[in-house]
């Protein structure tokens, strides 16, 4: 279904080109575009724009093609791998030597917004009616505007129906599977051969996105001040939650650990092999999932304990205020706005814009893709420190990396957490 939107899309682009050509003041656009097009600005001129989803790709070069006939400005687009992108952003931006346009999400927004990197686009005039307000609230600050919504996520269970079928085991139901159910499940589709494990019953990440926040949320825990100030891992709550989780690695042998899952080169390419049942992980992953695995893809509900969980986020085009070509900068933003840029975002994520969502449910139509959006009954937002929240988050990821490598989950364990992530906040 992917590829036969992107040659629809591929087709529209060749009646935007006849157009253009019959018409070049005319802006032209295509028929599945349900949004308003800014108008056309002069030739020549080039914006950079970095990103980090290399799954992306495809679409993006659709879209400044389109971007391209109807506007006459280029994008000449870089795709920076996660691990590099934060150190590459914070090395250019400061210099001069930055991308014009770029992915920003809400922890480094934080960061990024008082520091007079990012350009204010208030006064661009965008019509922001096709998101709602909690999509671009968290990339405003002081009343100014930093950011434009690209897509938004929630974190679900994934699950390979032909890992289930061949074991014999029932698929979990949709919503309301339990951790005591899931663990029995996971035990069950563990296959071992002479000490060495085939296949995992599941896989997590240790980032705090897409796994431990919302184990602990489940738990009925917390791990931050109500001021987003302080980190507070060392929770009773807190503690039980990662050390079940905790133990379904290194007690049950279920799951796989931080080492297995970077030796084997990521959970991802075990689960679309047949060689992980379930993994817990976000919306972003569905994609390349269904072009592995198609109709045998099974998306659920996260597992509870005490309660429902799941963690809401999203991202923004945000700009640079340091870029040579404002006006082209305010026509992408412009652009940004519309249902057609969401279009063309919806083979790949869920588009923040709310007219273009339909299509994503349409081309996923038949995998259960609605758990994310349903989940967004309970889920919420990434919590992030209230201050230099872009190192804290990333520190985060190390120490809770460091916490599951651990023999145990102790008090001590978490509070030398809440310390090295606190004074990070206050750095």
Same mark, same amino acid.
């Given at each position: ?166 074991? *014999? !085991? @029932? %698929?979990? &139901?949709? $919503? ?9 499940? =996971?035990? +069950? ?108 893809? *099974? !998306? @659920? %509900?996260? &597992?509870? $304990? ?9 991202? =923004?085009? +945000? ?109």
């Amino acid at each position: 279904m992917k590829k036969l939107l992107s040659i629809i899309l591929a087709l529209c682009l060749i009646f935007v080109v006849a157009a253009c050509a019959a018409d070049p003041g005319t802006p032209a656009t295509d028929d599945a575009a349900t949004g308003d097009a800014p108008a056309a600005v002069g030739e020549g001129v080039t914006l950079t724009f970095w990103y980090w989803d290399i799954n992306m790709q495809e679409q993006y070069n659709l879209m400044f093609e389109y971007f391209y006939n109807l506007t006459g400005i280029t994008v000449e687009q870089s795709v920076i791998p996660w691990g590099d992108y934060w150190t590459n952003l914070q090395t250019a931006l400061p210099a001069g030597a930055g991308p014009d346009v770029m992915w920003m999400n809400h922890s480094n927004a934080v960061t990024y917004m008082p520091s007079g990197l990012l350009k204010d686009i208030s006064d661009f005039g965008l019509d922001m009616s096709g998101f709602v307000d909690t999509l671009y609230v968290p990339f405003t600050l002081e009343g100014q505007l930093y950011g434009v919504p690209v897509f938004l996520d929630s974190i679900a269970l994934f699950y390979n129906k032909n890992v289930f079928d061949a074991a *014999g !085991i @029932a %698929h979990p &139901p949709e $919503r309301g599977w339990t951790w005591d159910e899931m663990r029995e499940a =996971a035990i +069950a589709l563990t296959q071992v051969e002479n000490n060495e494990v085939l296949v995992y019953g599941l896989a997590f990440p240790t980032t705090v996105q897409s796994g431990p926040n919302n184990f602990i949320w489940q738990n009925g825990g917390e791990f931050m001040s109500d001021d987003r100030t302080a980190y507070e891992f060392n929770r009773p709550e807190n503690i039980e939650a990662l050390q079940f989780w905790h133990d379904l690695m290194w007690q049950d042998r279920v799951a796989l650990t931080p080492v297995e899952q970077s030796e084997m080169n990521g959970q991802g390419e075990m689960f679309m092999a047949d060689m992980v049942a379930m993994e817990i992980n976000g919306l972003w992953r569905t994609a390349p999932y269904y072009d592995a695995l198609g109709s045998q893809l *099974g !998306i @659920a %509900h996260l &597992p509870m $304990r005490v309660q429902e969980a799941s963690t809401f986020h999203n991202l =923004a085009y +945000a700009a640079s205020d340091n870029t040579a070509h404002p006006e082209a900068v305010r026509i992408f933003m412009e652009f940004m706005t519309t249902s057609t840029a969401g279009d063309f975002i919806a083979p790949v994520f869920l588009p923040a814009h709310s007219d273009s969502q339909h299509l994503f449910f349409e081309n996923f139509g038949d995998i259960a893709v609605h758990v994310f959006t349903d989940a967004m009954e309970y889920a919420r937002p990434l919590p992030i420190a209230s201050i230099n929240a872009g190192p804290a988050h990333s520190l985060a990821a190390q120490e809770m990396e460091r916490v599951f490598m651990s023999d145990a989950i102790t008090a001590e364990l978490l509070a030398s957490v809440d310390e090295a992530l606190t004074a990070m906040v206050h750095s």
